[in-house]
Nanobody
Framework: VNLVESGGGLVQPGGSLRLSCAAS????????MGWYRQAPGKERDLVAS??????????SYADSVKGRFAISRDNAKNTVYLQMNSLKPEDTAVYYC???????????????WGQGTQVTVSS
């Protein structure tokens, strides 16, 4: 299974970016999907998640991004998105997507990660 992120880049404060993460390979079912971020010298923190058995759409957000970021998923495409609006310099970080999925019906769920995409918010 391979997760590939796209959509990062440099944006001015107040701007917007949309991150995408597509999973490919042997996938039986995806439970939850999420985005984490890691700034230099800091731990990797959860930004947003969407999930539940059967491809549910229940969402959860870090307090720092509530009202500005929106996570969504396209189960047909095995893809998760993160729409980021009103970006601030403190949102600067490497953003990682993650998916909890099964590669076969009789195996347990396991967590997979993307390689990360840089988001820089600066004037």
């Amino acid at each position: 299974v391979n997760l590939v992120e796209s959509g990062g880049g440099l944006v001015q404060p107040g701007g917007s970016l949309r991150l995408s993460c597509a999973a490919s390979g042997m996938i039986f079912n995806i439970n939850s999907m999420g985005w984490y971020r890691q700034a230099p010298g800091k731990e990797r923190d959860l930004v947003a998640s969407v999930g539940g058995t059967g491809g549910g759409t229940r969402t959860s957000y870090a307090d720092s991004v509530k009202g500005r970021f929106a996570i969504s998923r396209d189960n047909a495409k095995n893809t998760v998105y993160l729409q980021m609006n009103s970006l601030k310099p403190e949102d600067t970080a490497v953003y990682y997507c993650t998916m909890r999925l099964k590669i076969r019906f009789n195996l347990a769920y396991d967590d997979y990660w993307g390689q990360g995409t840089q988001v820089t918010v600066s004037s």
